[in-house]
């Protein structure tokens, strides 16, 4: 996009936002919360803080005054701005619900100038009414008790309002284009409020051990979840997704359908052989990306946990290895891993790990299924970094102890994580001609192909490795280096 | 002009429309009838460039819905089911709104808006919220918003249903005047009167297809049989009824008047008059029964059942 286009979008955006600024500056229930905790909630927190700091200083106290006061100016931003959830879920799915969407859909508008406007639309209120409680609540204590504060922390908690307002604002966009009503879009918007209310848990804490310099990373953390957030709501804001379906409903016989169409094929091929030839090695061929991008994942976890073993060393009484070639087999035999029992836990183990990323990542458009892949690997790195500072090379602890197993389970691990990722790129960016649902029940039946046509197999091989193999190759790999 | 070839949308488990193929040239009025859920509505929204066709094409006023959607709604003017109004604004920034949308310089949409409003008898309400208006004047001002920006195409969904009888001539009195300003118009309405009146074409849909299509008389002939005639004589046919059933079909007949079916009544009427003359029959009347468009509609509906 050219700065002339953009400045062309920005301008036709602007259209729709003075509209809207305009009707909410004609509601009396957007005015009145927004007055009130503008200027009257500033003040009553000026009075709060200057009790409070007095009543603590007499015990002695004053570092709870201290914190209280920056805290009290993070509650002052948050409150108006959490306003702009319930102004964006009104301004999307209101609209739609009351027919006047279909208007402005009919108008040569695009989609990205509509969803540029309504957000622009939802925030610069609350925003504004943000700012102004705080430039009250500052000037407040500037008056009443002389506190200026320290003007990074203040451009922080400036910061910190403005990402949250954009943070809900482009969430409450997602929800929206999944409800028909503002009813169950306020029932969807609890998927908002709840972790919300957990971040503003999270930030007390922080404001209260004066960790200030967290606030960065949560101000990080969440400018990347905006930038998600607001690639699912150009995405998913468009005319077809807004109007091509009129009521929710949870049609479970079209999702399986969906479902199935796309993990057994329709294609030519029959048998297991043909389902492997038609739909299992497309898969591989289409997660290329994703699985590049675990190995990547991996390889960054074992060269991070190798760098962090030289800082956290072992006890020396545990890294004697001098007989340890010996202790080994008999180890291994006490605990019950020399088995057939032995592969099944193991196999169960690892079954139970992928499962429990596949379903943490379900929920983090598929990070925490990479970090939780990624921590293995890590302790794989940092069990070398331990190895190397004895004196063995850590290309021979890898292929006595991690190599012979880890053929087949690392794969399952890359592969798992790959499925999994689509399955969040499926939520942030749904396959064109396709809505939400039927993008993620696709990517959905690509993760279960995976998973049942090769994760599994593999799991099952690396377990029997894990346990008949890999002791016999670590034995020799010790003995050698024990001497 | 209006052109679809094989017009289909999908949605996730149901075919909404299914293969329509429809023409409306300049100055023409097509009526798009069909029970509700019919698919009436998915059909204008494909028009508007709002839903993207499964398969199949339109083209408004020459620009392809699915390639130049920007195209096709500068040029369409739609009068959506519901009015959707903002009832927290006035009338005349409701239309500068717009106006602006569709890239009216501020002085050309004051001036629009202003002969649009005096046209429609809605200048007196100029000062009332929108949320103030009845329904009917909730449904010109949409009306009046679908036409601000003159376009060539104009897609009307029941643009009479909320109106009092005067109101609702005052708009089919402007859709006579929009069509006669060679406009191509889709109306999509249940007023089977309503559409007799002002469409040059019809077209029934049902379940996503389109079940019956041509001009209202083309219908009647179709599914109502050869035109009905009524014949007055001012005195007795004195058994002249016998010598024209080598003619027509005899439906009923009294002492001085006869009802008969023909197929080609140009070239048959004048026959029938001819043989009453020569039998020195004084003919008072000869004129066509008159059959309802609904008549047609009830029978191409059941038949689809």
Redesign the interface.
Known sequence: MTLSQARFTLS?AL?VTR?EVQ?QM??WRIIAPVVVLTLFFPLLMNFTAGQAVAFVAEYGANIVGDRLIPFLLMVVGFFPISVSLVIALESFVGEKE?????????????DMQLYIGKMLAAMIPPLFAAYLGIAVYLSGLRLSIGWTGDPILILQIVALTTVQALTMVSAAVVVSTQATSVRAANLLSSFIIIPFSLLIQGESLVMFWAQYDVLWWILLALLLLTLVLVRMGVQLFN??EL???DIDEI?L??MW??FKINFVGAGRGHGVGGWYAREVLPTLRRLRLPIGLMVGALGVAILVGYHQAPLYRLPVEAMNISDLGARFGETLKTIGLHSTSGAVWIFFINLRALALATALGIFSFGVLAVILLMAPLGLAGYFAGQMTALGISPALFFVGFILPHGLFEIPAAVLTGAAVLRLGGSLIAPPP?Q?L??GWLRALADWAKISLGVVIPLLVIAALAEVFVTPWVAQMVLSAAGG | MIETDGLTKE???FRAVSDVTLTVRPGEVLALLGPNGAGKTTTV?ML?????PTSGWARIAGHDVARDP?GV??N?G?L???????F??RSEEYLD??G????LAPAARRARAGELLERFGMKEAAGKWLGEYSKGMRQKL?LI?ALLHDPPVLLLDEPTSAMDPQSAKLVRDAITDLRADHRAIILCTHNLNEAEQLADQIAVIRRGRIIARGTPLELKHEWLGPAVMELRASTSLNGVVNELRDLVEIMDYGPDWVRYRVADPALTNPQVVQRLTARQVPLLTLSEIPRSLEAVYVQVVEADQ
């Open positions: 036709r259209i509209r009707d004609r509601d009351r027919y006047s969407l279909e208007p402005l859909l009919s108008s040569p508008l695009t005319r077809e109007l091509g379906k049609n016989k079209a359908a969906t001609g809505t649902g039927q | 949605f996730e488990n929204r508007t460039s709002i839903l993207k920007a709604r500068a369409v739609v959506t089911e519901h009015h959707g109004l903002y927290r604004m709104f717009f602006e949308l569709y890239g949409a918003r």
